[in-house]
């Protein structure tokens, strides 16, 4: 009796072995489709072939689908090894992986686009300074910016004024203020050169007599180039940093110029 149900058993598992593999092999396609339609965007801007509206609205499109492919993969996989092990079905083992490996493909082509989510209350705005009221101005990188959409006066935006534009971002970003340092200005300075290297800016100003650093850092994703300029003054027996960072292209930065200078002031 209970060989006539095993021999049943692999015989229904032998039977649905085929549907088992189609499904799995689905849910491999599915999730690669939405991991390589993830990567799309960024790429494309890499190589210069679009601009970087058309990576965030590739990724758009991804993150719509990308959930839903990950949660049904998720559970397809569930289902294979469930009805593996049941009808003991030859490689369910095997076609489980390939569902998984779906699944983790699509997670990540979802988790991707939430990362440039910007968090709750984030103004739209791009340019970030210590001291909004007296933003230091840049002068090597001024240059380098001719062409950029984003102009280099700070609070100069469509639709808002400048006052509106100091408002915003003392309200989202309290912390942001000048920083004080224990030391002279050319050991403070070298520890924020420290500091610009170990974050991989690319540094176009860099004078000790002066305290003066200006340097470019570029996002990994979209390759947006940010410029910062940062300024050292001794105050007492306390170095003084005040800095300011700044996109050149985008109304909203979402967050990342702040959290660029919470970066350096960080490791100084």
């Known amino acids: 009796m209970n060989d006539t149900i095993a021999n049943d058993t692999k015989t229904r598992g032998e039977q649905i072995r085929p549907m088992l593999l189609i ?3 689905l849910c491999l396609v599915a999730g690669l489709a939405m991991g390589l339609m993830a990567l799309v965007g ?12 058309f990576g965030f609205g590739t990724l758009q499109i991804v993150n719509g689908w990308s959930l839903y492919v990950a949660l049904g993969t998720l559970a397809i996989a569930i289902t294979l090894v469930v009805i593996g092990q049941i009808f003991k079905v030859p490689g369910s083992l095997k076609m489980t992986y390939l569902a998984l490996i779906g699944a983790l493909c699509a997670g990540l082509a979802y988790y991707i686009p939430e990362t440039f989510r910007p968090p709750e209350g984030t103004p739209a705005i791009h340019d970030i300074a210590t001291d909004p009221y007296r933003p230091l101005q840049f002068e090597a990188i001024a240059p380098l910016r001719a062409d950029a959409a984003n102009n280099m006066d700070y609070g100069v935006m469509e639709g ?9 971002q003392l309200e989202a970003y309290p912390d942001i203020v000048p920083q004080r340092y224990d030391g002279s200005v050319a050991e403070v300075f070298d520890r924020v050169m420290a500091a610009v290297d170990s974050l991989g800016w690319e540094v176009v100003l860099a004078d000790v007599n002066q305290g003066r650093i200006e340097a470019t850092d570029t996002t990994f994703w979209f390759r947006f180039k940010d410029d910062v300029v940062i300024e050292l003054s001794l105050d007492g027996r306390e170095t003084v940093l005040q800095a300011r960072s700044t996109s050149r292209v985008g109304r909203s930065d979402v967050g990342k110029n702040a959290a660029r200078l ?5 490791l100084i």
């Open 160 to 168: 808002i004024t400048p006052r509106q534009h100091i408002d915003m």
């Open 262 to 266: 919470r970066e350096l002031f960080s």
């Open 42 to 53: 960024p790429f494309a801007v890499w190589l210069g072939l679009a601009d970087f509206r």
């Open 23 to 25: 499904d799995a092999i």
